[in-house]
């Protein structure tokens, strides 16, 4: 007589797409999204079929000015699902028995980098500070232990606070943002900078930058 066996788990799971609406659901590591359209996740529901154990599975969104929704599960909706806010990033974690018996993996396609690598057990998987959206998202149920689908490499790219600056230039009027330690302005010109832009990006905390001129005939400015 053969071993008895259970039938494994499925996880079930559908893309809201900017632009389209609700997809099919699919399942078990098939793509829910779009590649090459230019379209952004704007929402996400994820259940689990056929469990052998107890448990769920919880997943969060990081979204367009948002940031990381809260913890959903059960197939209710993270995300804004209406077209108006992307996806930047996604999180997902199993609970009780199912997160002991399983590891859940999941990777994104995501602007300008393409497919990241697969994430798993509450791991961040996208970006994050760059502004890029999520347009496909993997899903897959492996037993506890077993070997990643593929690459666990550069699973999360995050951009830290930067701050950025433009110089208004004698004759020359307002020269584009530049960033972190590059040249502003102009050298061996005999040009006056004549004011000055500064500006925080990408930030991950509150608070902000203030910045005062000494102007030629005037004297420190607010």
């Known amino acids: 007589e053969g071993a008895f066996k259970l039938k494994p788990t499925d996880i079930v799971y559908t893309a809201y797409v900017n632009g389209d609406g609700w997809q099919?659901?699919?399942r078990n590591g098939?793509?829910?999204?779009?590649?090459?359209?230019?379209?952004a996740l704007g929402g996400l529901k994820v259940v689990l079929e056929n469990k052998v154990f107890d448990g769920s599975v919880q997943y969060s969104g990081h979204i367009q000015n948002k940031g990381w929704d809260v913890w959903r599960q059960n197939g209710a909706v993270s995300g804004t699902a209406d077209g108006t806010k992307r996806f930047e990033a996604v999180k997902m974690q199993l609970t009780d028995e199912m997160a002991e018996n399983y590891d859940i993996y999941y990777r994104v396609h995501c602007q300008q980098f393409g497919w990241l690598g697969w994430?798993?057990?509450?791991?961040?998987?996208?970006?994050?500070g760059y502004s890029y959206r999520v347009e496909a998202i993997e899903i897959r149920l492996v037993t506890k232990g077993d070997a990643a689908p593929g690459?666990?490499?550069?699973?999360f790219k995050k951009r830290y606070a930067s701050v950025k600056y433009s110089a208004h230039v004698q004759r020359v009027g307002w020269q584009s943002f530049v960033s972190d330690g590059a040249q502003a302005g102009t050298v061996d010109q005999g040009l006056r900078m004549e004011a000055l832009k500064i500006q925080l990006a990408n930030l991950n905390c509150d608070g902000g930058i203030k910045y005062s001129a000494h102007v030629q005939g005037?004297?420190?400015q607010s």
């Open 30 to 39: 098939e793509s829910a999204g779009t590649t090459g359209q230019s379209k």
């Open 24 to 26: 099919d659901a699919v």
């Open 218 to 220: 005037i004297g420190w």
């Open 119 to 128: 994430a798993k057990n509450g791991q961040a998987a996208g970006t994050e």
């Open 151 to 155: 690459s666990t490499d550069n699973t």
